[in-house]
């Protein structure tokens, strides 16, 4: 229904462009989000408003990002897409333009499911009544919920890990008392980013280890600078023999565009991302064939003023090898890297691959020849049940005819003796 109506959307801007020409940036807007309340206890529902203003809009295509640790969408509403921690809304005025709105566009609900303070962020397309597309800033919205984390050291021993395993050097909570971490906590991952406004000084940093007796270390959290910032978080195992570090790079601007260094697409020719490609997700698994020694990637920054630098994606061996795709903002200082672990299959492993394959084929056609037999004596047992009933309806119309018959000529010979 979501494509539907996104197509749609694209014909009605289309038609507004052939009678305005291009569709060009017009005027400026802004689009904020808006909740029914500040603070909210687990499982009370909370209500997120997307509103513009400053200007009305004929069509757009939202975007809403939430936290789905701590909130759950349970919005039931028509031309909208769930996709992990992202909805997708799409709407356009069908009286070409007349309805276009200002103000409230969409609201949505929530459930909260944990204590903390959780953000709404909102981003999208919005085009006016022309088709033109209209030049948007972003707001978010944050909501509290149960207690304010304001405390991260007492967090720090509600939250001691459990495992016993002594030479265990992972994290199990990594959390900041800023927003905007990515991409989502995973213990495997080492790597992650941040980007806070030049009134930041430090950022208090909560690190869990998952072995109670492992050491933690935190450095480069304080004194910030404005450039990029690196937060060194290492994990050194309870007996000695591991350790782990962790990296935040922070970067201070009061710019947040300039600053921006996500993907806007990430596509890779004839290959599958695992998981499929998100702007916030930075990690990524691909497996080729023995054939594949280069690989033809598609990258493209959402500030089209960033660069991409693509390292890793020709040559490949056989086994695993690290592709990594390294945006540099337009203030040539803050920087993201995608990271995609390509593993191309060996002989054996192709050999193997193939004859699987081969084997779900033969199992798809074995299983299409049984429905189309299935379907073909089906059909014959209807034709025969038809062809049986076929002789009695002719009898009895033959029996009807010679009754009707026999009473002709009974009334002739009838006539005949009267007379």
Known sequence: M??????????????????????????????????????????????ITVNIQNTKTAACNIAVYFEETKVEFISDIENTNLVENKVNFVWFDQLGGEGAKEGEIVTFKFRAKED???????????????GQLIETDFKEEQVQIGKPEIDLQNQLQEEQG??????????????????????????????????????????????VSDNPNAIVDIKGNTDLKEKI??????????DKTKSK???????????V?????????????????????EALQTNYKVEVSNETENLNIFAVPENEKATVEINGKDNLKEGNNLVTVVVKAQDKITTKTYRINVNRRNLEEEKK??????????????????????????????????????????????????LIIALIVWGIVWRIKKR
């Open 2 to 47: 979501l494509k539907k109506i996104t197509l749609t959307m694209l014909i009605f801007i289309a038609s507004c462009s052939l009678l305005g020409n291009v569709i060009l940036a017009s005027e400026n807007a802004t689009v904020y989000l808006s909740s029914n309340k500040k603070e909210a206890n687990k499982d009370e529902e909370i209500e």
């Open 116 to 130: 903390g303070l959780v953000t709404f962020t909102v981003n999208g397309e919005f085009y006016n009544q022309k």
């Open 162 to 207: 459990s495992n016993p395993e002594t030479s265990n050097c992972n994290l199990k909570t990594l959390r900041v008392d800023a927003q905007g971490l990515t991409p989502t906590f995973e213990p495997q991952i080492e790597e992650y980013y941040l980007v806070v406004p030049n009134s930041i000084q430090s950022v208090d940093v909560l690190a």
């Open 229 to 238: 910032n690196d937060i060194k978080i290492q994990v050194t195992s309870a």
């Open 245 to 255: 570090v962790y990296t935040i790079h922070v970067s201070k601007t009061d710019n």
């Open 257 to 277: 565009e300039i600053a921006n260094t996500n993907l806007e697409i990430l596509a890779i020719e004839n290959v599958l991302l695992n998981p499929p490609f």
């Open 353 to 402: 691959y193939q004859e699987e394959k081969e084997k779900q084929k033969e199992e798809l056609e074995n299983a299409y020849k049984i429905e189309k037999t299935s379907a073909t004596i089906d059909n014959s047992q209807e034709q025969s049940i038809k062809n049986q009933k076929f002789p009695y309806k002719t009898i009895a119309i033959l029996t009807i005819g010679v």
